[in-house]
């Protein structure tokens, strides 16, 4: 099944809530690849042995990799840290994650500075590009296995928003501007 994403509603509601703006408003994947965001649908049961994780991963240089459960029962500070990863931010680098198990939303602007959130699920691999602004929260389940993919050593620095003088989000809008119609690569 495909990866799910809709826009936001303006709620202030418990942020692990669907917020859809309403019920028929879904984003499609195109909508999502123009703004740089790619997407794959692998089988998360067989992720050690995966020949398409292997090629996407070969072909995008990420050598290193770990595991991450997300719960209540496994994280220190479990609340803070959510709210942490809801703080709206950017990264110098591509934010890669392969969900193997639960659900979560990742949310990202849009061009006219809209949130779309994303709902991932086991089998779903999303990478969000360096310099767009993004947040993350489980939903309502409150678990999430993810594998999270690096290019070199892993660096996970968010920089919150405003950032608009940082380089990656400089060279993020000057792609926006420049991408007319560019294929999505993925699924």
Not at 58 to 72: F, I, K, S, T, V
Not at 98 to 124: E, H, N, P, Q, T
Request: aromatic share 12%; proline share 5%.
């Amino acid at each position: 099944m495909a990866m799910e994403a809709w826009f936001m509603d303006e709620s202030n509601e418990e942020q692990r809530l669907p917020h859809r703006s309403n019920q028929e408003d879904f984003v499609p994947l195109d909508h999502l690849a123009d703004l740089g965001v790619l997407y794959w649908h692998l089988n998360p049961e067989d992720y050690e042995k995966d020949e398409e994780l292997k090629k996407i991963r070969e072909a995008r240089g990420y050598n290193y990799m770990d595991l991450l459960d997300l719960c209540p029962e496994k994280v220190a500070n479990y609340e803070e840290k959510l709210k942490n990863f809801y703080t709206e931010h950017i990264h110098a680098d591509e934010e890669i994650r392969y969900c193997l198990g639960g659900s979560g939303y990742f949310d990202v602007r849009d061009k006219d500075d809209r949130w779309i959130r994303i709902w991932i699920k086991a089998g779903d691999l999303i990478v969000l590009p360096a310099g767009i602004y993004h947040r993350f929260t489980l939903d309502t389940n409150n678990y999430v296995k993810l594998m999270r993919l690096f290019v070199g050593e892993p660096v996970w620095t968010p920089f919150n928003r405003p950032q608009e003088d940082h380089p990656a989000r400089k060279e993020y809008i000057k792609s926006l501007t420049e991408k007319v119609g560019v294929a999505l690569q993925a699924h």
